[in-house]
């Protein structure tokens, strides 16, 4: 490979200042999306498991609707796609009020809300039935069954799997660029143009993405050894 | 879980430190696979584009199956063919240095940072960037931009113009060109700039070419160049070998019409100067 590396390109100039916004941005970005998709995630996981028919079909029309289709059409269906149904002047406002980072956080947070929302199935049916009729036996509603016991442990169940989809969630964050946003990758080509060297530019985005998700996986683990149902989720691996 | 982060800083480490390998002499590469691979662009009328039959095609590719194909052919000894592949302002520095293709040849501007990193033929085409606007636009020129929503190509250099320059502009900067010019389709923005000569082509594109005008004064000066990794003189003087003999036959001034004479894709008649400048190249 005929390439000379120039690493003080990351440092020099105006690039560390683009890599510090690109980064306020992804997250940002991806904790309002992550917010989105868990209380969607939430509703939509337990209507799935609802004992009333009609809300169990709308959770998966939802489910299979928007995660069957790729996250970059949805990226567009939200920003191309939305704001002309809404009257021209909210358009202009829409459109002068970063229009592309709200898009982008919907088109996230919806798409991974539906994502999310079989994880907490799951964890909701690993539940032992006898469990939610346990509750309503001692004089719980069904909604009162679900917000105190059934969820309460489900959550704490699908930890792992849901630390792997906030994670996805985060990477998947970058497809916002292709409708203006500029986060983190955004700015990682921005350094490229700038200076022409895309190996240096690439690396610093590959290693603040690596750095957050395993920041975020470490604080995850613990938060599972912390609320691990002594007996239920016993056997937590020990600390790596 | 320190111990694994430790592990994989070290790997980056060594994988960067590792030292370049071996310079790639481009013609023996080409002569071996008798295939001169190009990066190119889908989206750019009338330099390289998918048209209606589903070709790909354009000005820069007839350049370098026309010109450029002819003086390799020469250079190695045996035909070759001429395969294309998709590259963007982001892709393209990386599919060079990466091997992956051989010459850019779309829409590439010639400036000094990229040189740093890259060889350029002869320059081939010269415009500069203005504005697509909605006819009646209030904006006419790079001195109206102030507060208005401006998209742009991001990699290009009239992005990062803007960016230094008018930083009282909303930049939007979009990956691609149809994207871009969605934006501007639906209103999302009030103006997309880049090269006056790309906005005359997607003009003539859209559904109403007549809702729509390119407007401005040249804001930068865009000299399109065929890149090439660095450091390969030998490629390098056969490729300019052929755009000199495309000048000097001038057939390079047959392809231009083909494109953008009186009958071609995008009517659009050389000036005298930009001529006098690309026969200069060549001591003309």
Request: aromatic share 10%; proline share 6%; hydrophobic share 45%.
């Amino acid at each position: 490979m005929n390439y000379t590396f120039k690493w003080s390109v990351l440092w020099t100039g105006q690039s560390g200042h683009w890599l510090l916004q690109g980064l306020a941005t992804t997250l940002e970005l991806s904790a309002l999306a992550w917010l989105l998709a868990v209380a969607l995630g939430i509703l939509s996981g337990a209507l799935r498991t609802a004992p009333v028919a009609p809300l169990r079909w709308a959770a998966v029309s939802y489910v299979e609707f928007f995660r069957n289709v790729p996250l970059l059409v949805w990226m567009f269906f939200w920003y191309f796609g939305v704001p002309p149904l809404l009257p021209r002047v909210a358009q202009d406002w829409v459109f002068n009020h970063s229009a592309e980072f709200w898009a982008g956080t919907v088109a996230l947070g919806v798409y991974h809300g539906a994502r999310m929302s079989e994880v907490i199935r799951s964890g909701i049916q690993s539940i032992p039935r006898t469990q939610f009729e346990a509750s309503l036996a001692t004089g719980l509603t069904t909604l009162q069954a679900y917000r105190l016991v059934i969820l309460p442990v489900a959550l704490r169940l699908i930890v792992p799997p849901g630390t792997n989809e906030s994670l996805n969630l985060l990477k998947n964050s970058s497809v916002a660029l292709t409708i203006s946003v500029a986060e983190l990758t955004f700015q990682t080509r921005q350094i490229e143009t700038y200076t022409a060297k895309a190996i240096e530019a690439l690396t610093a985005g590959t290693l603040i993405y690596l750095v957050l998700c395993l920041s975020i996986a470490t604080i995850m683990a613990r938060v599972e050894r912390h609320y691990a149902i002594p007996g239920l989720i016993s056997r937590t691996t020990p600390a790596g | 879980m320190m111990r694994t982060l430790a592990l994989v800083l070290a790997l980056a480490v060594a994988v960067s430190a590792a030292p370049a390998a071996a310079q790639t002499d481009t013609l023996e590469k080409i002569k071996s696979s008798g295939v001169l691979v190009i990066g190119t662009r889908t989206g750019s009328p009338p330099f390289a584009y998918v048209n209606k039959n589903n070709e790909w095609v354009g000005f820069s590719i007839d350049l370098v199956e026309q010109l450029v194909k002819p003086s390799v052919e020469k250079a190695i000894g045996r035909s070759i063919k001429v395969e294309k592949k998709e590259s963007t302002p982001p892709t393209r520095i990386p599919l060079l240095t990466s091997n992956a293709v051989d010459l850019i040849a779309g829409t590439m501007t010639d400036t000094p940072e990229r040189r740093q990193s890259v060889d350029f033929s002869y320059t081939f085409f010269y415009t500069g960037a203005q504005f697509l606007v909605k006819k009646g636009s209030p904006i006419h020129g790079v001195n109206d931009i102030a507060g208005k929503r401006i998209a742009s190509q991001q990699g290009s250099t009239n992005a990062k113009i803007l960016r230094e320059k008018y930083p009282q502009a909303q930049l939007r900067e979009f990956p691609d060109q149809p994207a871009a010019f969605q934006a501007l389709l639906q209103g999302q923005v009030d103006a997309y700039t880049n090269d006056g000569i790309q906005l005359a082509g997607l003009k003539v594109k859209a559904p109403h070419p007549d809702e729509w005008e390119v407007v401005g004064d040249f804001y930068s000066e865009e000299p399109y160049g065929m890149a090439m990794r660095k450091g390969d003189a030998k490629f390098k003087a056969a490729v300019d070998a052929g755009l000199k003999q495309g000048w000097e036959s001038g057939k390079y001034f047959e392809i231009y019409d083909h494109w953008f004479g009186p009958k071609g894709e995008l009517p659009y008649p050389m000036s005298p100067q930009v001529k006098a400048y690309l026969l200069k190249q060549i001591g003309k």
